[in-house]
């Protein structure tokens, strides 16, 4: 395979995880165009990424044991043909109950395609290169928050929110034909991503423990951060838009930076990113009120974020107790529980205590995350006669003839 044509796969691949996190928060900026047009409450549409959040909790596992022999060119290009087709029955639903269905149906293709194309791009290149390439994949879902949803809106609040759909549809068949002729048709088994370097069970749930605290953290904080920039950071309503793009910003800056060392010592890389969107979660509690400070510390907590996202998925390549996509499904449900968790503890304390509550239940979060992340110093190397493979990948595959 020829480095062009792996570098164009790749970026194909990247395309595929900006459009999932487009398509998955688009609702969001559309929110009440949709509901006019559909004659729904607003909160109806809200719930459309609430439920999509849940189908990929509960289908990631599932969706990745069943298709664990399907080559993956073949897998990634169905997926994305279905993620094409469902968007587009979006476009053109004439009922609520049409929109919820085709965004379940998208949100299972979500479900798989995460848990496969980490491996599926780190096969595209040589084992020393892991973290930049899954940093690389990852970033898409980055720039898709300060790109492609804000694009998506502006199309959506100037032509109509099925317009915006049907442009990610559009851009999704782009995807599709660039994955289809250039990524190679990968046996699920073969290659060096296909499972972990140094499996080890106890590291590997060590890691979705730090996966669901630290994304809890930033999202109970980040969800109400329209609130905390107005009611206590003293800036107009105006300027929130202005302020989200200098954290999206300094997001894809910090995914591509991790990944351009994390290579060398992902366990540390994954530390220093809790550590500092911990640090800057306490400051933004504390000094939140300041303007300047509040702009800064926002920033370097999706900084911080968009890093771990980075160690993450390196860690897991190398870690995995078992299959890597297996390993990916489960940080990916992991993720998603975090999501959910933190959106709810921060509007839980949110009504009584305001919106700084809702801060520092992210930086308290983010502290017990980085004691998780500091605990595994003190974890004893897996070693040679301990069984390397998770409870996870033990139950999928223990039913597969020729195995004892």
Do not use: K
């Not at 298709?67 to 004439?94: H, K, M, N, Q, Y």
């Not at 939140?288 to 911080?304: D, N």
Request: avoid cysteine; glycine fraction near 12%.
């Amino acid at each position: 395979m020829t480095h062009a044509r792996a570098v164009g796969a790749l970026a194909g691949l990247a395309g595929g995880t900006f459009l999932y996190a487009t398509a998955e928060a688009l609702p969001i900026g559309l929110l009440l165009p949709m509901a006019a047009d559909l004659g729904v409450a607003p909160s109806r549409v809200g719930m459309l990424v609430t439920a999509y959040g849940a189908v990929v909790v509960v289908a990631s596992i599932p969706l990745t044991a069943l298709a664990r022999r399907v080559p993956r060119r073949r897998l990634l290009s169905a997926l994305l043909a279905g993620f094409v087709a469902s968007t587009a029955i979006t476009v053109f639903a004439d009922t609520f109950a049409l929109v919820v269905a085709a965004r379940m149906a998208t949100a299972a293709t979500h479900a798989l395609f995460w848990a496969v194309v980490v491996p599926a791009a780190a096969e595209l290149f040589r084992p020393g290169l892991r973290g930049r390439v899954v940093a690389i994949v990852f970033a898409g879902g980055n720039v898709a928050l300060v790109l492609g949803v804000p694009a998506g809106t502006w199309l959506g609040e100037h032509a109509g929110w099925r317009v915006s759909f049907l442009a990610v549809a559009a851009l999704g068949a782009a995807v599709l034909v660039t994955v289809a002729a250039l990524l190679p048709s990968t046996p699920p088994d073969a290659g060096h991503a296909a499972r972990g370097e140094t499996p080890d069970a106890r590291r590997f749930w060590l890691l979705v423990a730090v996966a669901i605290l630290t994304t809890a953290g930033a999202i109970a904080a980040y969800t109400y951060v329209a609130l905390f920039v107005t009611e206590v950071g003293g800036f107009a309503a105006a300027t929130v838009g202005a302020i989200l793009l200098v954290r999206g910003l300094a997001s894809v800056v910090g995914i591509l930076a991790v990944g351009a060392v994390v290579d060398r010592s992902p366990w540390r890389a994954l530390v220093a990113t809790v550590a500092l969107q911990a640090a800057a979660l306490v400051g933004l509690f504390a000094s939140g009120h300041r303007p300047v400070v509040a702009v800064t510390l926002l920033a370097l907590a999706g900084l911080a974020f968009a890093g771990f996202t980075a160690a993450l998925g390196g860690l897991a390549l190398q870690v995995a107790p078992g299959r890597s996509d297996l390993a990916g499904a489960t940080l990916s449900a992991a993720v998603n529980v975090g999501i959910a968790g933190g959106a709810l503890l921060g509007g839980l304390v949110l009504p009584e205590h305001g919106v700084r509550a809702s801060v520092l239940v992210g930086a308290l979060l983010g502290v017990a995350a980085l004691g998780l992340a500091l605990a595994e110093r003190r974890l004893p190397p897996a070693t040679a006669g301990e069984p390397a493979r998770s409870t996870v990948d033990e139950l999928v595959t223990a039913g597969r003839p020729g195995r004892t």
